[in-house]
């Protein structure tokens, strides 16, 4: 596809998905709907539920037995069908019209018998007009109905098999009720989409988890302080981006895939070597994002989880927006928006903190709390193979250290790739769509 292309599907993709009061209104009637459907289904449950038990029991005294009863009836149908086919020559009617006939006769025969649930009535009916018709005259009728009331009438038999197994599928409230379950899970993928836009994609498909949809198309981007760039336009493909950074866990569970020689040599070093030898991230930093990796090491992680390193320029659309904003949150700096200086913890905190100093496509600490990885060069080259240990690897974002002008959208520094573990330097992952 063309970067036209991509452009175009960018710009059509943002604009208003739902009005999400709308969504929420209808999301309840949905609600309401599935509940008073569930009421409905469980009442029709009860009341088959005893009309069953009622005509098992009625069943025992009855005579001829049902089995003989059914047998006689399906006789005097077989006799009075062939005689209106002869009569009436041309094309034989399908198997199915003959079940369907024979199975309203046996309706009857059950009304007289004394049941008048017509849920039993059907289901039953058919499951002996089915047992019936299409075998040989010369085969016993009762013998082949035997089977089919014990399933049905059976000491052993239990209502909810039969339910599921003979009666559901037939339920005008079955059916209902999962009509209304169906539309209620739409009314909440409706609401949800309303509310996280970012996590869906064009069309209406769901990104990747713990992912966010980035449009292609054209932003404005720099001019960058710390390692200058001017400014400038950039176009882009659309995009997914982490909305957080990688944590501790995550990392961790790629080591745990690792050989013992290639887990050593991506293990960041300052993590506690436990009593079976292994070196692990301390437990209440699970949530974390991972520090103390080089370019090599995320990159490795990156595609063990099928994904990628974003460019600079990905890393800034993602984090300033068709805005172009200097912050993620805005223009003017806010404090308390970011884990940086200001805050003066002198470490990292868990992803997904300060929520509200989210980017214009909601992804999360963009500003502060760890500097991350790009796969672009000083330069800004884009590569895929780190050209060597000492690179300079353009690093985004600042840190917990970092004074308000170094966090956010514009501010660039450089670290060398192969070499740098710094305990301020994670990353997250980019990935394109398929």
């Not at 009314?187 to 970012?198: C, F, I, M, W, Y």
């Not at 963009?366 to 353009?394: C, D, H, M, R, Y």
């Not at 970092?402 to 670290?415: I, M, T």
Request: glycine residues 8%; negative net charge; proline residues 6%.
């Amino acid at each position: 596809m063309s970067i036209l292309a991509w452009c175009l599907i960018g710009c059509v993709s943002l604009p208003g998905l739902e009005d999400e009061a709308a969504a929420l209104e209808r999301y309840k009637q949905a609600a309401v709907a599935k509940e008073t459907a569930l009421a409905a289904l469980e009442n029709t449950y009860s009341r088959v539920e005893t009309a069953w038990n009622d005509w098992r029991t009625a069943e025992l005294s009855r005579t001829p037995p049902l089995a003989e009863a059914v047998s006689a009836r399906a006789a005097e149908f077989s006799q009075a069908w062939a005689a209106r086919q002869a009569e009436a020559g041309g094309k034989p009617p399908t198997k199915k019209a003959e079940i369907d006939a024979l199975a309203r006769e046996l309706r009857d025969l059950l009304t007289a018998r004394g049941l008048e649930d017509a849920d039993l009535q059907e289901a039953f009916a058919d499951a002996a007009a089915r047992a019936l018709v299409g075998r040989p005259e010369n085969e016993e009728r009762v013998a082949r109905l035997a089977p089919v009331v014990a399933s049905w009438l059976g000491p052993d038999q239990l209502f909810h098999v039969l339910w599921n197994d003979s009666i559901c599928v037939r339920s005008a409230e079955v059916r209902q009720w999962r009509e209304r379950y169906d539309d209620y899970i739409a009314a909440g993928v409706e609401l949800d989409r309303a509310r996280h836009p970012e996590s869906y994609l064009p069309g209406g498909a769901k990104t990747l988890p713990g992912m966010v949809f980035i449009p292609g198309g054209n932003y404005t981007v720099g001019p960058n302080s710390g390692f200058e760039r001017k400014k400038r336009k950039v176009t882009v493909r659309p995009f997914l981006m982490d909305q957080c950074e990688v944590t501790n866990a995550d990392y961790f569970t790629f080591l745990e895939s690792l050989g013992s020689e290639q887990r050593v040599a991506h293990t960041p070093r300052h993590w506690q070597i436990g009593t079976d030898g292994r070196a692990r991230p301390a437990a209440d930093r699970m949530d974390h994002p991972v520090v103390g990796v080089t370019w090599r090491d995320a990159d490795a992680y990156a595609k063990f989880v099928g994904k990628r390193l974003p460019s600079e320029e990905e890393w800034e659309v993602a984090c300033r927006g068709r805005e172009a904003r200097l912050y993620p949150w805005g223009d003017e700096y806010v404090e308390g928006r970011c884990n940086d200086a200001k805050q003066n913890l002198g470490t990292t905190v868990a992803v997904g903190s300060f929520e509200e100093g989210a980017s214009p496509f909601k992804v999360l600490n963009l500003a502060g709390n760890v500097e991350e990885w790009t796969s672009s060069l000083e330069e800004g080259e884009t590569f895929v193979e780190l050209p060597s240990n000492i690179a300079p690897v353009i690093v985004r974002g600042g840190h917990y250290l970092s004074p308000p002008e170094n966090v956010g959208g514009l501010f660039r520094w450089v670290a060398p790739g192969g070499s740098s573990r710094e305990l301020y330097l994670g990353f997250r992952c980019a990935a394109d769509l398929k």
